[in-house]
């Protein structure tokens, strides 16, 4: 190559490494994921947990379900007082009769005849063959009131059985709403973390193709003065379609991930600032971490509470062999009742004690299974500490992965930085062809995409680690919002005797 020819090679490689220099400046600016934020406007992941905590739809939903199953224990304790109704009625009503006094009875003889008048009709009578024969009838308007009450004074220990048992179903439902906090949080990091990983990508992407656009300029200018071939040209070319293509797929995956984001966050997404593990507030070993999950994790304390409430069925359905003690009192005041009869008051108190004897099998076959029920329960809490000391051991590894892949990725970075401005330096002098610079350059835009993912990957890490052991909440985290307490609207409502509107006022 001639002199011309290793200037023009000389001066396409500087304004390449030039272009290269603000491609990489400006992806080392997107993919900063543990230094500062990008603008004071930007959003942060503490910000996006504190948003879908209050608005993610799946967890407010939840929130109404534990609600809803807060009014199971005034439904039991309400087995403990009395119920009281009252009756009224008012019609009218026609009524005939006819009676006869043998004549054995009668002390007169045959014939004769009488008739009088009554409160709603007319009553008459005559002599037969037979004897003394009455006729009484009139329409009348009967109406009445009443009110009764009943109390049950004893049932087999049922009502006692029945709220402890809704005390603990109210404590499983807390532990399920845990639960689904601790999904929707870990879903809100790893969308964040997603969308922050595919922006950097996008980015890293974009600039390659302006480089490999540059390039493939730079080639054509110099085949057309014949210091390159045409396979130089087509080797440009087939690098730059390659790029574009890696580009559409980092489109794709942008607009994905930003789909997903406001699927679980609620809102659009804006700028996204850096993240930071969160595995400092995780136990400091595996040991201790499958010790903690395997107490802790909402899977395992939801199926404890499990075995409680299924302990107080049997309890329920033996109750229903023993006796049943109540005692009603009721209290009556009727008008026009009759023709004859214008007013009538009742009361009564009346204590009724009922004796299951025998009732078809049903209530023994009834507490059997309970029984079987019970075992499956106590099966199913084995079943949930196996399965959650699994995920455990699973999340402790991938943390340790992505942190190994952290400094694998950065030394890989570190390493083809070197090899990029070697390979410029070697170009400038002729020893290397452009070719050579972009595969120099091509290497290490892999080597920052796969950093970006190590990070990634490193800091969802430490949430699924903190999810496994049960500790991923809003208060361990510090989100800066009021943290729902179920507890408050279970003392509302817990004693409330009467009322359909709820504390909020609905």
């Not at 396409?12 to 997107?30: C, D, E, I, K």
């Not at 070197?418 to 290497?443: C, F, K, P």
């Amino acid at each position: 190559m001639g002199a011309l020819g290793a200037q023009a090679t000389s001066g396409s490689t500087r304004t390449l490494a030039a272009t290269f220099r603000v491609q990489l400046a400006a992806a080392s600016f997107v993919i900063a994921l543990a230094g500062a934020a990008f603008t004071a406007q930007a959003d942060t992941l503490e910000w996006a947990l504190a948003t879908a905590y209050q608005t993610n739809p799946q967890l407010n939903s939840q929130r109404s379900i534990t609600r809803a199953i807060d009014e199971n224990v005034p439904q039991a304790l309400s087995g403990y007082r009395p119920t009281v109704s009252a009756t009224l009625s008012a019609g009218r009503q026609y009524q005939r009769t006819e009676t006869e006094v043998p004549n054995s009875v009668v002390a007169s003889g045959i014939g004769g005849s009488r008739t009088a008048g009554t409160a709603g009709g007319t009553s008459s009578s005559f002599r037969t063959t037979g004897g003394l024969r009455s006729i009484t009838q009139g329409t009348f308007d009967p109406r009445s009131a009443g009110i009764t009450g009943t109390q049950t004074l004893f049932n087999g220990f049922q009502t006692g059985n029945r709220v402890r048992q809704a005390e603990q179903q109210v404590s499983a439902a807390r532990e399920t709403l845990r639960l689904i906090e601790q999904n929707v949080l870990l879903n809100a990091a790893t969308a964040y973390m997603n969308l922050l990983r595919d922006t950097a990508i996008l980015e890293l992407q974009r600039s390659n193709v302006a480089v490999l656009v540059e390039q493939l300029r730079q080639t054509r200018d110099r085949f057309s003065v014949g210091e390159v071939t045409r396979t130089d040209v087509a080797q440009a070319e087939s690098r730059l379609a390659a790029g574009r293509s890696q580009l559409a797929t980092a489109e794709a995956n942008f607009t994905n991930s930003r789909a997903v984001y406001r699927q679980v966050i609620g809102v659009e997404p804006g700028k996204l600032a850096a993240a930071s593990p969160v595995d400092r507030f995780s136990p400091s070993n595996l040991p201790a971490a499958i010790v903690t999950g395997r107490a802790t994790n909402p899977n395992v304390t939801a199926a404890m509470f499990g075995i409680d409430v299924q302990a107080l069925q049997v309890k329920i359905n033996e109750g229903a062999l023993y006796p049943v003690l109540t005692v009603s009192a009721n209290a009556q005041q009727s008008l026009d009742v009759s023709p004859l009869v214008k007013q009538q008051t009742s009361a009564s108190l009346i204590g009724q004690l009922t004796v299951p004897i025998y009732r078809g099998g049903l209530f023994h076959s009834a507490v059997r299974q309970s029984k079987e029920t019970l075992t499956q329960r106590r099966f199913d809490l084995e079943t949930a500490r196996d399965q959650v000391q699994a995920n455990v051991v699973q999340a402790w590894g991938q943390l340790d992965a992505a942190k190994a892949q952290i400094a694998a990725t950065q030394a890989q970075v570190s390493a083809a930085e070197i090899a990029l401005n070697g390979v410029r330096e070697e170009a400038r002098v002729g020893q290397r062809t452009t070719l050579d610079v972009l595969n120099a350059q091509q290497e290490l835009v892999n080597a920052r995409v796969a950093l970006v993912t190590a990070q990634r990957d490193r800091v969802v890490a430490s949430f699924g680690l903190l999810s496994s052991v049960g500790r991923l909440s809003p208060i361990v985290l510090g989100l800066p919002i009021s943290v729902y307490e179920p507890m408050v609207h279970y003392q509302q409502v817990r004693d409330v005797w009467a009322g359909v509107r709820t504390p909020d006022g609905k």
